[in-house]
Each structure stands twice: as C-alpha cells, then as structure tokens.
C-alpha cells in the first residue's frame, strides 16, 4: 500500500521558522492531495488539500506546492508554533474515489 | 465541518472476546466509511471500505472473518473485531467524506487485548 513516500520521518524547528514536509507518489491515476495533522490519541484532521491542475494552494501559514512532473508535493509551515507539534500525513487519492492511501507520517516538534 | 463520531473512545479487552466499534456521521449521510488501523508511530493502514447496504470491500491482507464491518444505515457503519488476540491491539479509526470531496475522520477507538 505505500503508494506515497514522506520525508522526513521527523523534524525539529525553531520556533518562527519554516517547516517542510516532502512527499513522492507513483500512480499518475491520483488526483487529489491532502495533508492532515495528528495529535496523539486523534484522529487525523484535514489542514489543506490539493489537485494536480495547480502548483501551489496556500491557507494560512500551511502551503502546498506541486510539481506534476517529478510526481512530487511539499508541505510548508511558515512561523512555525509549538502548537503545531504533532504528526503529519500527506495523501493521495484517485478517480473521483474517497479511498485515501497515507504516507508514512512525519512527527514534528516545534521548540519554544 | 461534518463531524464523524466514533465510540468507545478506548477498550479493554479480555483474549477471545469480541468488540464493536462504531462509526456515526452526526450531521450527514454517508454511504461509504472507512476503517483504518494505526500502530504507534506508523501510518494508518486502509483495512476496508464499508458501503451502505452491502458487503465491505477488504484490502489485501485483511482478514474478513476476524474484522467484521457492518454498515446498516446511511449514518452508522460498526467494525467488530472478533475473538480478539493481543496482536489485534491497535488504534482503529473511521472516516467518511462529507462535502467537497473531504474526508472527515472519527477521534479513534484504542484497543487493548489483554
């Protein structure tokens, strides 16, 4: 099922600072990205998604950029907080479907 | 947003019960949910897809007879773990997508077999 490959595993920033998650997939069938965030003991929650048709999605401090050819998406976390400490999963899925394959996750810790 | 409820919370269980964990949509329907299961500090593993009024679609790997998954209505989709071992602890977790395209997730169901 690894269809989506995440780096890094984990991550420690400053606080202030950018935070940068990379994700790589495989099926050129996918065409929807999100990315949620997981604090321990929750379930996932949806912080931003995107299609293929577009480079770049930004809400907030979250970004996406995408880059169609190289089959590659990035999360950017701009002013990182401590409270964006948790574990974060890029996704895919493809066809129109709901069926969402994870990547393997990336633990961040912001320090104060 | 949709809300996705998921109950218990946590479980405690003795080896060889069996354990229902369900899945409600509290302000939509839902003719699809998901099952995922998660291991401490691992990705969550699709298990199944659950359809309103039909059988489960199982990933590969998945055994049908121990994970039974029953989706009644367009709101409540149960997942039963049956004859419950220790290697079946885990933390399971439902989804269901709402409007948009979003999928929204339950808060999760820790198992423990003890």
């Known amino acids: 099922q690894q269809q989506v490959k995440q780096s890094p595993q984990s991550l420690i920033v400053q606080k202030g600072g950018i935070s940068i998650i990379n994700c790589a997939y495989e099926?050129?069938?996918?065409?929807?990205f999100p990315w949620y965030q997981q604090f321990p003991g929750k379930g996932p929650a949806l912080l931003i998604a995107?299609?293929?048709?577009?480079s770049e999605k930004k809400e907030g401090r979250f970004t996406i950029s995408f880059n169609k050819s190289a089959k590659q998406f990035s999360l950017h976390i701009m002013d990182s907080q401590p409270g964006d400490s948790a574990t974060y999963f890029c996704?895919?899925?493809?066809?129109?479907?709901?069926?969402?394959?994870f990547g393997a996750g990336t633990r961040l810790f912001v320090k104060a | 947003g949709a809300v996705v409820s998921q109950h218990p919370s946590r479980v405690i269980c003795k080896s060889g019960t069996s354990v229902k964990i369900e899945c409600r949509s509290l302000?939509?329907?839902?003719?699809?949910m998901f099952w995922y299961r998660q291991f401490p500090k691992k990705s969550l593993m699709l298990m199944a897809t659950?359809?309103?009024?039909?059988?489960?679609?199982?990933e590969q790997g998945v055994e049908k007879d121990k994970f039974l998954i029953n989706h009644a209505s367009l709101t409540l989709s149960t997942l039963t773990v049956t004859s419950a071992h220790p290697e079946d602890s885990s933390f399971y977790i439902c989804?269901?997508?709402?409007?948009?395209?979003?999928?929204?997730f339950g808060s999760g169901t820790q198992l423990s077999v003890l």
């Open positions: 996704a895919a899925r493809s066809n129109g479907g709901f069926k969402t394959i």
């Open positions: 302000d939509f329907q839902a003719t699809t």
């Open positions: 995107i299609r293929p048709d577009v």
């Open positions: 099926n050129t069938a996918f065409d929807y």
């Open positions: 989804s269901a997508p709402g409007d948009s395209g979003k999928l929204f």
């Open positions: 659950s359809n309103e009024g039909s059988k489960a679609t199982y």
